[in-house]
Nanobody
Framework: VQLVESGGGLVQPGGSLRLFCTAS????????MSWYRQVPGKERELVAY???????TQYAESVKDRFLISRDDPTNTTLQMNDLKPEDTAVYYC?????????????WGQGTQVTVSS
């Protein structure tokens, strides 16, 4: 099981970015795929997850109505981030867990930096 994130970068406040998580060694239909983020000195926090078998999604309150998680195909999970704010700046990690309900990841990607700044 391997996860690789891409799509991070520098964006101005109010802008958009799309993060990609590509899975290898498995297909995500029986996994819960999630995005977390972490800033230095703080714990890693859940941003959003999607349950493969049902398509059900869940978001942190801080990103609800701005971010959208989706499964584009059996190996790619996307996080569309709109109306970005400076407080969204963090390293974003993709996670996966073989489950139909539990979302805490058993596998992690290496992370991708997102910086929101003018």
């Amino acid at each position: 099981v391997q996860l690789v994130e891409s799509g991070g970068g520098l964006v101005q406040p109010g802008g958009s970015l799309r993060l990609f998580c590509t899975a290898s060694g498995f297909t995500t239909d029986k996994y819960v795929m999630s995005w977390y983020r972490q800033v230095p000195g703080k714990e890693r926090e859940l941003v959003a997850y999607i349950i493969g078998v049902s398509g059900k999604t869940q978001y942190a309150e801080s990103v609800k109505d701005r971010f959208l998680i989706s499964r584009d195909d059996p190996t790619n999970t996307t996080l569309q981030m709109n109306d970005l704010k400076p407080e969204d700046t963090a390293v974003y990690y993709c996670g996966a867990r073989h489950s139909s309900f539990a979302y805490v990841p058993a596998h992690w990607g290496q992370g991708t930096q997102v910086t929101v700044s003018s």
